[in-house]
């Protein structure tokens, strides 16, 4: 045999030490790479690009033109992609692990909808085709119409509106449409106390005065406190449901009936309809409008990765004044209804240039038709299985905020965490050493320090298992007074605790170049 | 005299000028202070309506009207620092003097005393 000791050594060689005493002469961390701006590692005369020198010219800009620096930064392209790159794996997303933030509803956004959304028919058309030769595009827009009223039990839905506050805009504004047409003046909007900041904001901004109801001590809307705020002044009721505490407002058809009565409307805020996706159907629940977020309960991407889309349904009583554009079925021929037609028209106008997240629309009607009927049931019921697996799991070391099982996202308090010198705040960022996105805190205002977890139906019992593991072992070390890795959290994270305070305090919007 | 809200407003009453803030224990509660909203002057209240906005790294609140009367002043240098409602405030972090209309809606507020009490009683 030849015996060649010149190749490559597979042992592990000696143990290095945990932590490094040095640091690496390009500050970079192994494959953890250090990443400035791309005002400060690019400018404009060492682009990828050689322009030509455009010679003699006159100019025509009457002496306007620009005499200083553009300031803007170019880099070859081999640069720029690298830049992004790096700047992309810094990034922590649903594609990357466990995404608990309760109320946001991060759940898998299955890579069949991408390829239905990229489908040329869909991907390359532009709004001001003639409508002839977007008959498919319009006949999907009525299917996923048609999907939202069945599983809302609704009669009519409004598709454009962007995102869960415009919703909430498009369905404040109907009410408000539907009070004048009646000439009522009623000028109030009651929030309950645990609601999302958008609803009293969405009723301010339609010149509405908000007045907020208490809730009880099992963390739900206190029915009497409501009925007895409902006077002739209240124009409408926003509740939550399942509530931010992660309830379901069992009381829900009284509260509307309560409503009616005294002759307001009824908005559900539907962030949290997946916990309830084809179990029950909001117009049984005596519901006059509300909206859906495409992008929490029909999987498509948000959070930095994709618009939003807040349709809105609403009841017969508001059918009317929904907003234009819908599609409507003349003689077989999918139109889009795109004009008030003079007074006899109630519709309250038009909220968006277009129509709305065509993208979106594909995307959620794939995740619709993927499941069916039976599989949306079935991932509501596995939000939940999967939100009280995590409740039961943690609540004998952290403390449960309610009795009792939630719906799709367990709240927590700080109460655990007294004496420890460890905050909510701190918890979280311990939780990003772990590898994990933190949890929602200090979200619903009703606890002290909360702790909003949804898990969503996305993971299997392996990812909730390891998730428990870290909350449960920190949430040991805290009582037990190991509050070094706490205070100092997070440790692994390509930077280290940032200034919160003063970056909201003297946010610097802009880059400001060097002088 | 100073009286005080359940709602952790503190009211220095001198006269008919009454200078409003939030308590130690409201500030320590909101964390650190990163806007404060104020009224306009001239602007007049009901007791208990909205008048200004306070927010932290945690959340915004609104701050009370405690009586009802006019704003004659407002505390202008919340706007450029924050920092004073959890630095001082009792003292610099005042918020906004009203000239009180109704002497007698203060008559159930609580003394410093009973609102130490008050506090108390919450943990």
């Given at each position: 045999?030849?015996?060649?000791?010149?190749?490559?050594?597979?042992?592990?060689?000696?143990?290095?030490?945990?932590?490094?005493?040095?640091?690496?002469?390009?500050?970079?961390?192994?494959?953890?790479?250090a990443e400035p701006l791309i005002h400060e590692i690019?400018?404009?005369?060492?682009?990828?690009?050689?322009?030509?020198?455009?010679?003699?010219?006159?100019?025509?800009?009457?002496?306007?033109?620009?005499?200083?620096?553009?300031?803007?930064?170019?880099?070859?392209?081999?640069?720029?992609?690298?830049?992004?790159?790096?700047?992309?794996?810094?990034?922590?997303?649903?594609?990357?692990?466990?995404?608990?933030?309760?109320?946001?509803?991060?759940?898998?956004?299955p890579r069949l909808n991408e390829k239905m959304a990229r489908l040329p028919g869909f991907a390359d058309i532009h709004p001001l085709q003639p409508v002839s030769s977007v008959q498919g595009a319009l006949a999907l827009m009525e299917e996923l119409s048609h999907w939202i009223m069945t599983l809302t039990g609704m009669p009519a839905v409004a598709l454009s509106p962007k995102a869960g506050a415009h919703g909430e805009l498009c369905g404040i504004?109907?009410?408000?449409?539907?009070?004048?047409a009646r000439g009522d003046a009623r000028q109030v909007i009651l929030v309950p106390d645990s609601a999302h900041g958008t609803n009293p904001a969405t009723a301010t901004f339609c010149g509405y005065s908000v007045k907020s109801i208490p809730g009880k001590a099992d963390g739900r809307v206190d029915l009497e406190a409501l009925k007895s705020a409902l006077d002739d002044t209240v124009a409408g009721v926003m509740i939550t449901n399942p509530n931010t505490c992660g309830l379901f407002e069992h009381e829900i058809r009284d509260i509307a009936d309560a409503i009616h009565d005294a002759g307001a409307f009824f908005y559900c805020d539907?962030?949290?309809?997946?916990?309830?996706?084809?179990?029950?159907?909001?117009?049984?629940l005596g519901v006059d409008a509300m909206h859906l977020n495409l992008h929490k309960t029909f999987s498509t991407p948000h959070g930095g990765g994709g618009p939003g889309s807040g349709p809105v349904v609403f009841s017969a009583a508001l059918a009317d004044h929904a907003p234009i554009p819908y599609v409507m079925d003349v003689g077989g021929a999918l139109t889009m209804k795109e004009w008030k037609d003079?007074?006899?028209?109630?519709?309250?106008?038009?909220?968006?240039?277009?129509?709305?997240?065509?993208?979106?629309?594909?995307?959620?009607?794939?995740?619709?038709?993927?499941?069916?009927?039976?599989?949306?049931?079935?991932?509501?019921?596995?939000?939940?299985?999967?939100?009280?697996?995590?409740?039961?799991?943690?609540?004998?070391?952290?403390?449960?905020?309610?009795?009792?099982?939630?719906?799709?996202?367990?709240?927590?308090?700080?109460?655990?965490?007294?004496?420890?010198?460890v905050t909510t705040l701190d918890f979280a960022k311990a939780m990003i050493d772990e590898g994990f996105h933190p949890m929602t805190m200090y979200f619903p205002l009703v606890v002290q320090g909360a702790m909003l977890i949804e898990p969503t139906e996305s993971e299997s019992k392996g990812n909730l298992d390891q998730f428990i593991r870290s909350m449960r072992g920190l949430a040991l070390e805290a009582k037990a007074g190991k509050v070094e890795r706490f205070k100092g959290a997070p440790f692994y994270a390509p930077l280290r605790r940032l200034d919160e305070t003063q970056a909201a305090r003297k946010p610097i919007l802009r880059y400001i170049p060097p002088e | 005299m100073i009286k005080f809200t359940e709602e952790h407003e503190w009211l220095l009453v001198d006269g008919d000028t009454v200078t409003v803030g939030i308590t130690d224990y409201a500030q320590k509660a909101l964390g650190d202070v990163v806007f404060v909203e104020l009224p306009e002057v001239g602007a007049s209240f009901g007791k208990d309506e909205d008048a200004a906005v306070v927010e932290s790294v945690k959340a915004a609140s609104?701050?009370?009207?405690?009586?009802?009367?006019?704003?004659?002043?407002?505390?202008?240098?919340?706007?450029?620092d924050p920092s004073l409602v959890n630095s001082a405030a009792m003292d610099a972090g005042w918020f906004f003097k009203m000239k009180a209309s109704d002497m007698?809606?203060?008559?159930?507020?609580?003394?410093?005393?009973?609102?130490?009490?008050?506090v108390a009683g919450l943990e």
């Open positions: 045999m030849s015996m060649n000791n010149q190749g490559r050594p597979t042992d592990t060689g000696e143990t290095a030490p945990i932590t490094p005493d040095f640091e690496s002469y390009s500050g970079h961390k192994g494959l953890r790479l690019g400018n404009a005369e060492s682009s990828g690009v050689d322009v030509p020198d455009c010679g003699d010219f006159d100019m025509a800009l009457g002496g306007l033109q620009r005499s200083g620096k553009m300031g803007i930064p170019g880099l070859p392209e081999p640069d720029a992609v690298r830049h992004y790159t790096r700047l992309s794996r810094k990034n922590y997303g649903i594609d990357m692990g466990l995404f608990p933030l309760g109320s946001c509803t991060m759940k898998h956004n504004m109907a009410i408000r449409t539907a009070l004048e539907g962030a949290n309809f997946t916990a309830i996706m084809g179990k029950a159907r909001p117009g049984d003079g007074e006899a028209d109630s519709t309250l106008g038009r909220m968006t240039a277009f129509h709305g997240q065509m993208g979106m629309y594909v995307r959620a009607l794939s995740y619709m038709l993927s499941h069916g009927s039976d599989g949306l049931k079935q991932a509501a019921e596995d939000a939940v299985l999967s939100a009280n697996y995590l409740l039961a799991s943690l609540k004998d070391v952290m403390s449960a905020s309610f009795d009792g099982p939630c719906m799709h996202e367990a709240l927590f308090d700080d109460r655990f965490l007294k004496d420890t010198g | 609104d701050v009370f009207a405690p009586i009802s009367g006019e704003i004659m002043d407002v505390n202008g240098a919340l706007e450029d007698s809606e203060m008559d159930a507020m609580m003394d410093e005393t009973g609102y130490n009490d008050f």
